[in-house]
Protein backbone atom coordinates (compact mmCIF):
# COMPACT_ATOMS: atom_id res chain seq x y z
CA UNK A 1 0.00 0.00 0.00
CA UNK A 2 1.03 3.49 -1.01
CA UNK A 3 -0.37 5.99 1.15
CA UNK A 4 -0.52 9.70 1.71
CA UNK A 5 -0.40 11.51 4.61
CA UNK A 6 -1.68 15.58 4.65
CA UNK A 7 -2.31 17.46 7.50
CA UNK A 8 -2.82 21.26 8.43
CA UNK A 9 -4.07 22.47 5.10
CA UNK A 10 -5.81 25.91 6.78
CA UNK A 11 -8.10 26.58 3.92
CA UNK A 12 -5.32 26.82 1.56
CA UNK A 13 -7.07 25.94 -1.50
CA UNK A 14 -3.68 26.53 -4.41
CA UNK A 15 -1.69 24.55 -1.78
CA UNK A 16 -3.96 21.79 -1.72
CA UNK A 17 -4.78 21.58 -5.49
CA UNK A 18 -1.12 21.32 -5.93
CA UNK A 19 -0.51 18.59 -3.22
CA UNK A 20 -3.37 16.51 -5.03
CA UNK A 21 -2.23 16.64 -8.27
CA UNK A 22 1.23 15.25 -6.75
CA UNK A 23 -0.50 13.07 -5.13
CA UNK A 24 -1.99 11.82 -8.53
CA UNK A 25 1.14 11.48 -9.91
CA UNK A 26 2.38 9.14 -7.53
CA UNK A 27 0.82 5.79 -7.72
CA UNK A 28 -0.94 6.79 -4.30
CA UNK A 29 -3.63 4.15 -3.61
CA UNK A 30 -4.91 6.02 0.02
CA UNK A 31 -4.73 9.84 1.17
CA UNK A 32 -5.27 10.30 4.78
CA UNK A 33 -5.33 13.90 6.72
CA UNK A 34 -4.13 14.94 10.16
CA UNK A 35 -6.82 17.40 10.89
CA UNK A 36 -6.67 21.09 10.58
CA UNK A 37 -8.18 21.39 7.03
CA UNK A 38 -9.93 24.86 8.24
CA UNK A 39 -8.35 27.75 9.71
CA UNK A 40 -6.11 31.00 8.78
CA UNK A 41 -7.02 30.77 4.85
CA UNK A 42 -9.46 31.81 2.31
CA UNK A 43 -11.14 28.78 0.96
CA UNK A 44 -12.29 26.71 3.90
CA UNK A 45 -15.59 25.31 2.30
CA UNK A 46 -13.53 24.02 -0.73
CA UNK A 47 -11.04 22.84 1.24
CA UNK A 48 -13.73 20.47 3.01
CA UNK A 49 -15.15 19.74 0.13
CA UNK A 50 -11.97 18.41 -1.19
CA UNK A 51 -10.99 16.71 1.88
CA UNK A 52 -13.99 15.06 2.45
CA UNK A 53 -12.88 12.32 -0.31
CA UNK A 54 -10.01 11.14 1.33
CA UNK A 55 -9.96 7.75 2.89
CA UNK A 56 -9.10 9.10 6.06
CA UNK A 57 -9.37 12.19 8.15
CA UNK A 58 -8.78 13.45 12.22
CA UNK A 59 -10.32 16.50 13.73
CA UNK A 60 -7.80 19.12 14.14
CA UNK A 61 -7.53 21.69 16.92
CA UNK A 62 -8.62 24.52 14.22
CA UNK A 63 -12.09 22.03 13.06
CA UNK A 64 -12.46 22.18 16.83
CA UNK A 65 -12.31 25.99 17.00
CA UNK A 66 -14.59 26.37 14.04
CA UNK A 67 -17.57 23.95 15.24
CA UNK A 68 -17.21 25.02 18.82
CA UNK A 69 -15.72 27.65 20.97
CA UNK A 70 -12.21 28.36 19.81
CA UNK A 71 -10.27 27.98 23.06
CA UNK A 72 -7.19 29.31 23.51
CA UNK A 73 -5.88 30.60 20.42
CA UNK A 74 -4.28 33.63 19.67
CA UNK A 75 -6.51 36.72 18.44
CA UNK A 76 -5.59 36.66 14.72
CA UNK A 77 -6.04 32.60 14.85
CA UNK A 78 -9.51 33.40 17.01
CA UNK A 79 -10.47 36.05 14.12
CA UNK A 80 -9.77 33.90 11.32
CA UNK A 81 -12.07 30.87 13.07
CA UNK A 82 -14.78 33.01 13.78
CA UNK A 83 -14.73 34.48 9.94
CA UNK A 84 -14.50 30.58 9.00
CA UNK A 85 -17.41 29.40 11.03
CA UNK A 86 -19.58 32.35 8.66
CA UNK A 87 -17.99 31.05 5.89
CA UNK A 88 -19.06 27.67 6.25
CA UNK A 89 -22.50 28.63 7.77
CA UNK A 90 -22.53 30.13 3.76
CA UNK A 91 -26.07 31.15 4.09
CA UNK A 92 -26.14 31.77 0.33
CA UNK A 93 -25.36 28.32 -0.13
CA UNK A 94 -26.87 25.31 -0.52
CA UNK A 95 -28.18 24.22 2.51
CA UNK A 96 -27.67 20.75 2.15
CA UNK A 97 -24.16 20.98 1.22
CA UNK A 98 -23.74 22.84 3.97
CA UNK A 99 -25.45 20.29 6.35
CA UNK A 100 -22.90 17.58 4.49
CA UNK A 101 -19.80 19.80 5.44
CA UNK A 102 -20.79 20.31 9.20
CA UNK A 103 -21.58 16.83 9.80
CA UNK A 104 -18.19 15.75 8.38
CA UNK A 105 -16.26 17.89 11.06
CA UNK A 106 -18.78 17.21 13.31
CA UNK A 107 -17.94 13.31 12.88
CA UNK A 108 -14.00 13.94 13.05
CA UNK A 109 -12.05 10.97 15.36
CA UNK A 110 -9.32 12.63 17.40
CA UNK A 111 -6.91 9.42 16.62
CA UNK A 112 -6.60 6.31 14.15
CA UNK A 113 -4.83 3.38 15.01
CA UNK A 114 -4.08 0.87 12.43
CA UNK A 115 -2.16 -2.18 13.62
CA UNK A 116 1.44 -0.44 14.37
CA UNK A 117 0.62 3.00 13.18
CA UNK A 118 -1.23 5.69 15.09
CA UNK A 119 -2.20 8.71 13.74
CA UNK A 120 -3.41 11.70 15.74
CA UNK A 121 -3.43 15.78 15.22
CA UNK A 122 -1.10 16.47 18.02
CA UNK A 123 0.59 14.17 19.54
CA UNK A 124 -0.55 10.75 21.36
CA UNK A 125 -0.47 11.93 24.26
CA UNK A 126 -3.28 14.67 23.41
CA UNK A 127 -3.89 14.32 20.00
CA UNK A 128 -5.76 17.18 19.53
CA UNK A 129 -3.72 20.18 21.57
CA UNK A 130 -0.13 19.04 22.14
CA UNK A 131 2.27 20.36 20.02
CA UNK A 132 5.18 18.27 19.80
CA UNK A 133 8.26 20.83 18.16
CA UNK A 134 12.00 19.45 17.10
CA UNK A 135 13.45 21.24 20.40
CA UNK A 136 11.51 18.49 22.22
CA UNK A 137 13.44 15.52 21.44
CA UNK A 138 16.32 16.70 24.20
CA UNK A 139 13.16 16.76 26.31
CA UNK A 140 13.73 13.42 27.81
CA UNK A 141 10.43 13.62 30.43
CA UNK A 142 8.05 14.80 27.55
CA UNK A 143 9.77 12.17 25.06
CA UNK A 144 9.36 9.23 27.40
CA UNK A 145 5.86 9.39 28.16
CA UNK A 146 4.73 10.13 24.26
CA UNK A 147 6.81 7.50 22.95
CA UNK A 148 5.33 5.01 25.63
CA UNK A 149 1.88 5.43 24.00
CA UNK A 150 3.38 4.49 20.80
CA UNK A 151 2.96 0.90 19.52
CA UNK A 152 5.82 1.45 16.72
CA UNK A 153 4.91 4.64 14.72
CA UNK A 154 2.63 7.74 15.06
CA UNK A 155 1.97 10.03 12.16
CA UNK A 156 1.10 13.77 12.79
CA UNK A 157 1.04 17.37 12.02
CA UNK A 158 -0.32 20.32 14.18
CA UNK A 159 3.97 22.40 14.41
CA UNK A 160 3.46 22.84 10.61
CA UNK A 161 7.01 20.94 10.92
CA UNK A 162 7.88 18.20 8.88
CA UNK A 163 10.17 15.37 10.46
CA UNK A 164 11.41 12.25 12.35
CA UNK A 165 11.59 11.96 15.87
CA UNK A 166 13.52 8.66 16.93
CA UNK A 167 13.13 6.93 19.88
CA UNK A 168 17.29 8.01 20.62
CA UNK A 169 15.73 11.13 20.98
CA UNK A 170 16.86 12.95 18.05
CA UNK A 171 15.04 14.94 15.61
CA UNK A 172 15.70 14.60 11.59
CA UNK A 173 14.39 17.10 9.62
CA UNK A 174 13.53 16.24 5.99
CA UNK A 175 16.75 17.93 4.35
CA UNK A 176 19.12 16.41 6.64
CA UNK A 177 17.93 12.66 5.77
CA UNK A 178 17.67 13.47 2.00
CA UNK A 179 13.81 13.38 2.26
CA UNK A 180 13.37 10.11 2.95
CA UNK A 181 13.60 7.46 6.02
CA UNK A 182 13.61 3.59 6.11
CA UNK A 183 11.42 1.97 8.64
CA UNK A 184 12.94 -0.01 11.18
CA UNK A 185 12.52 -1.51 14.76
CA UNK A 186 13.17 1.70 16.12
CA UNK A 187 9.61 3.61 17.65
CA UNK A 188 9.03 6.68 15.22
CA UNK A 189 6.86 9.89 15.81
CA UNK A 190 6.74 11.77 12.24
CA UNK A 191 5.48 15.06 11.27
CA UNK A 192 3.86 15.04 8.31
CA UNK A 193 4.21 19.08 8.16
CA UNK A 194 1.83 21.18 6.49
CA UNK A 195 0.28 21.16 3.25
CA UNK A 196 -1.04 25.36 3.63
CA UNK A 197 1.35 27.12 5.86
CA UNK A 198 4.74 25.52 6.12
CA UNK A 199 6.76 26.64 8.75
CA UNK A 200 10.32 25.94 8.56
CA UNK A 201 11.82 28.19 6.45
CA UNK A 202 10.53 26.22 2.87
CA UNK A 203 7.24 27.80 1.78
CA UNK A 204 6.85 24.76 -0.77
CA UNK A 205 3.69 22.71 0.53
CA UNK A 206 4.88 19.08 2.36
CA UNK A 207 2.98 15.83 2.83
CA UNK A 208 4.28 12.37 3.27
CA UNK A 209 4.17 9.43 1.25
CA UNK A 210 4.14 6.15 3.53
CA UNK A 211 4.63 2.62 1.73
CA UNK A 212 5.59 -0.71 3.85
CA UNK A 213 9.33 -0.02 3.90
CA UNK A 214 10.14 3.69 3.98
CA UNK A 215 8.20 7.36 4.04
CA UNK A 216 8.87 10.41 1.68
CA UNK A 217 8.45 13.76 2.49
CA UNK A 218 7.61 15.81 -0.78
CA UNK A 219 7.76 19.24 -1.18
CA UNK A 220 5.30 20.72 -3.41
CA UNK A 221 5.30 24.22 -5.01
CA UNK A 222 2.47 26.35 -5.33
CA UNK A 223 1.23 30.01 -6.27
CA UNK A 224 1.28 31.13 -2.79
CA UNK A 225 0.80 35.05 -4.28
CA UNK A 226 -2.92 33.56 -5.27
CA UNK A 227 -3.61 32.65 -1.72
CA UNK A 228 -1.59 35.56 -0.18
CA UNK A 229 -3.52 38.12 -1.85
CA UNK A 230 -7.20 36.41 -0.72
CA UNK A 231 -6.37 36.63 2.59
CA UNK A 232 -5.31 40.25 1.83
CA UNK A 233 -8.62 40.77 0.51
CA UNK A 234 -10.65 39.65 3.61
CA UNK A 235 -10.71 41.98 6.92
CA UNK A 236 -11.01 39.47 8.98
CA UNK A 237 -8.16 37.19 7.67
CA UNK A 238 -4.76 39.36 9.29
CA UNK A 239 -2.00 40.42 6.45
CA UNK A 240 0.41 38.23 8.19
CA UNK A 241 -1.44 35.01 7.55
CA UNK A 242 -0.40 36.24 3.76
CA UNK A 243 2.73 37.44 4.22
CA UNK A 244 4.19 34.06 5.97
CA UNK A 245 2.78 31.81 3.24
CA UNK A 246 5.68 33.54 1.06
CA UNK A 247 8.14 32.80 4.42
CA UNK A 248 7.81 29.55 4.84
CA UNK A 249 7.04 30.40 8.68
FE1 LIG B 1 -2.37 23.67 12.15
Known sequence: MRRALISDIHSNLEALEAVLADIRSQGITEIYCLGDIVGYGPNPRECVDLVMKCDACILGNHDQGALFDPDGFNAGAERAI?????????????PEQNALRWDFLGTLPRCLREGEFLFVHGSARNPLNEYVFPEDAYNQRKMDKIFSLIEHYCFQGHTHVPGVFTESRTFLAPDEIGYQFKLNEEKLMVNVGSVGQPRDGDNRSCYVVLDDEKIEFRRVEYDFNITAQKI?????????LGDRLRDGR
Do not use: I, S
Not at 82 to 94: A, I, S, V
Not at 232 to 240: H, S
Open 232 to 240: YDFANLDNF
Open 82 to 94: FWTRDQLENPQGD
